[in-house]
């Protein structure tokens, strides 16, 4: 038992100061050198093909090859993977044709279909006891923009309504973004400290942002939340009759160079935001700062290792429960799977080898008819990863909360339509192991 403390503190603490230093790393040694000859041809024109609804701009914006550009092989794979990574075709392929010292530069796209109703079926946190269900409406290329639509309802253990919009880019001269959100909901108490109770939120939200050539973006957000409690009972809110209703404003930072969101295997992930809520209008007065730093680096064709740390911190005046944060819920320990962890603030890691067995490959359907679901996308790695963090309130000390630490071995399932299912086994610094499903890339 001392031994596995004593490893998984030291590795989350090895963690927080390898990952800004690969990934300052990464930022500054990045780039595309193509040295394999002298001989360098430059691109005369770029070709969209197989976009029947979405314009040529979304596609060409994602791109850092440009006409009058050398021509690099490398600069073109990173080209094809962002596009992919719009979540709007099935199959990407980015290939070119020479002529003497000038290239013509081809962009094949399959497209998915965009716009269908959904039923709405889920486990709330991943757990068999919270099942939910319920049914949306989206579509996810409203004019063929890259403009998302959704409206989705939900019953069962998690209760909702729900509409969004999010424009990428407002008009073809600028990088500016919007977003609007609404949303109601019902949820019983998360907190496993505070007893059983219901938890009402109304929640209205418009954001306006700007992108920075292909990897950065800053947003800020205005919003107005409501927070309810069936039984007002103390510290559940901070207004003694149970409800809590405040402004809000947030700005985020996000630098993103990861090859494909999905499942990643090369790049580098930055992102920090600070969210104030409270300006008087209520007795909410806090201040939430977090970060979520992740690198990926290749070793071999196969082979790729990704480290990540994170933390969320909450400063100001009292916390109510439904602002603490948990192990066990959205963020998962793995050898501490289904254990929930609560406090005020957060910090962890993680470091995962990711080996190929079954590159990424495309199955072409015949006998379906709709091009749309036609075309396949699918692939298998092996996992092998370290887990370890922690979470705390603050009266107490950080030194002298523990960290939880677990290691161990899985298969991921690349699926179509940018599904990723894992099952895993995992050991805790206990020497307590675990089985388990999860949805989508561990981190």
Request: with cysteine.
């Amino acid at each position: 038992m001392e031994t596995g403390f004593f490893l998984g503190r030291h590795y989350i603490m090895i963690t927080l100061l390898i990952c800004p230093i690969i990934l300052l790393s990464s930022i500054a040694w990045g780039g595309d050198v193509d040295t394999a000859s002298n001989h360098v041809e430059w691109i005369k024109s770029i070709v969209v093909q197989g976009n029947e609804k979405t314009k040529d701009y979304v596609i060409l914006r994602e791109m850092s090859a440009k006409i009058g550009d050398s021509l690099s092989q490398n600069a073109l794979l990173q080209d094809q993977n962002r596009i992919y990574s719009l979540r709007l075709f099935n199959k990407v392929v980015v290939s070119s044709e020479t002529d003497g010292d000038s290239a013509t530069v081809y962009v094949d796209v399959s497209e998915r279909w965009y716009w269908f109703p959904y039923p709405i079926v889920g486990f709330r946190f991943r757990d068999l006891n919270k099942f939910y269900y319920g049914a949306g409406f989206t579509h996810q290329n409203f004019r063929g923009q890259n403009e998302k639509l959704y409206l989705s309802f939900a019953l069962g253990y998690d209760r909702w309504v729900s509409f969004r919009y999010q424009n990428p880019k407002l008009t073809q001269g600028d990088d500016i973004f919007l977003g609007c959100e609404g949303s109601y909901g019902r949820l019983p108490n998360l907190s496993v400290q505070s007893g059983a109770y219901e938890q009402y939120y109304y929640d209205t939200n418009i954001s306006l942002g700007r992108r920075f050539g292909l990897y950065q973006t800053i947003i800020g957000t205005v919003g107005y939340d409501i927070q309810q409690v069936s039984d007002p009972s103390v510290g559940r809110t901070l207004s003694k009759s149970g409800r809590d209703a405040y402004a809000y404003v947030s700005f985020n930072y996000t630098y993103d160079s990861r090859n494909i969101a999905e499942y990643t295997t090369n790049g580098s992930f930055f992102a920090f935001g600070i969210n104030k809520s409270g300006f008087g209008e209520s007795q909410v007065n806090l201040a939430t700062y977090g970060y979520d730093m992740r690198q990926f680096v290749p070793l071999n064709d196969d082979w790729s290792v990704g480290v990540r740390t994170f933390g969320n911190f909450t400063s100001g005046g009292l916390i109510p429960i439904y602002r603490h944060v948990y192990y066990g819920y959205n963020e998962r320990l793995r050898g501490y799977f289904r254990d929930v962890q609560e406090g005020e603030d957060i910090m962890g890691g993680n470091l995962e080898l990711r080996i190929a067995i079954l590159k990424p490959r495309y199955l072409t359907v015949s006998f379906i008819q709709v091009p749309e679901f036609s075309v396949l996308r699918y692939g298998l790695y092996a996992g092998i990863f370290a887990d370890g963090g922690k979470v705390w309130y603050r009266s107490q000390s950080f030194p002298g909360t523990d960290w939880r630490s677990g290691y161990g071995a899985g298969l991921h399932f690349l699926l179509p339509y940018s599904l990723v299912v894992r099952t895993e086994y995992a050991l805790n610094n206990l020497g307590k192991g675990e089985l388990f499903v999860d949805i989508e890339a561990s981190f």
